[in-house]
């Protein structure tokens, strides 16, 4: 696994900007995005050099890590309105090419198949972007998540609606359930890029990173992958042993590539 610390937050951010960049320069067509705070920044790059440097997303098919079930289609909060606003509406990417579970499905079990059926389609992604949540999850495979799992409806851990609480007006309006990708899914992407900033986020990323594989801390798979690049700033690095033998290659070789 690949481990870069950067100085700071914009730092981890143009970082996974320029994997993303050089991916679509290559002529990458599949991109996995994830939303929550973490990825921002890198949006904001992307944004910013589609604008100003024409870096264009034309031709690409996005695909969503997760949805929560049960949110109206118009609630500011499902994950595909987030995505529209606060990255696809700013850049060239076809409406029609963002896809994302349904929050309204009446059947989310069916619709988690019909999910992962339509990914299959496209599939491999090229550069799946991953967060991580403070208690080691991505998208929303909680902890003992199977490391063999498929899209499908999840039960929410209490920590995760408290966490994700700050963009609802209450804890009761975090919705309890969500469809995600599974761990297995998410394995079958070229390159696996996560993204940690600040330091209530050290501890999961020491477990992802030096802690054993483990459902609990479903995170960890990525060890298990042949190109996973994590991306953090010094604060998410805080609490990792071998700091400075990451800095070391850092200093040696560029953020992304194979070696
Ligand atoms: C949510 C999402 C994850 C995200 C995580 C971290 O629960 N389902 O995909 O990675 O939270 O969010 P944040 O980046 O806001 O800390």
Redesign the pocket.
């Known amino acids: 696994m690949e481990v870069v610390v950067r100085s700071d937050a914009g730092e981890a951010g143009r970082t996974v900007a320029d994997i993303v960049h050089r991916a679509l320069r290559n002529g990458v067509r599949t991109l996995g995005l994830?939303?929550?705070?973490?990825?921002l920044l890198a949006y904001r790059e992307l944004i910013r050099r589609h604008r100003d440097e024409g870096l264009s997303f034309a031709g690409v098919d996005a695909f969503l890590?997760?949805e929560y079930v049960g949110l109206p289609a118009t609630h500011p909060q499902t994950y595909a309105q987030v995505i529209r606003r606060e990255f696809t509406e700013h850049i060239d990417l076809d409406p029609a090419r963002l896809h994302a579970p349904t929050s309204t499905a009446p059947d989310p079990v069916a619709e988690a198949h019909r999910y992962e059926e339509a990914l299959a389609a496209c599939a491999p992604v090229n550069v799946q972007i991953?967060?991580?949540?403070t208690n080691g999850?991505?998208?929303?495979n909680e902890p003992a998540s199977s490391l063999a799992s498929r899209t499908r409806l999840k039960t929410l851990t209490d920590s995760?609606r408290r966490?994700?609480a700050r963009f609802f007006t209450t804890l009761e309006a975090v919705p309890r359930h969500?469809i995600?990708q599974g761990l297995a899914t998410i394995s079958e992407a070229h390159h696996l890029v996560l993204i940690a900033t600040g330091p209530h986020?050290a501890h999961a990323v020491a477990a992802a990173v030096e802690g054993p594989v483990s459902t609990r801390c479903p995170a960890s798979i990525l060890q298990l992958h042949p190109h996973a690049t994590v991306v953090l700033d010094e604060l998410a690095a805080a609490q990792l042993q071998d700091l400075p033998y990451y800095r070391h290659v850092a200093r040696h070789k560029p953020a992304g590539q194979r070696y």
């Not at 999850?137 to 929303?140: E, L």
């Open positions: 994830a939303t929550g705070s973490s990825p890590l997760d991953l967060g991580i949540g999850h991505i998208g929303f995760t966490d994700n969500g995600t986020k």
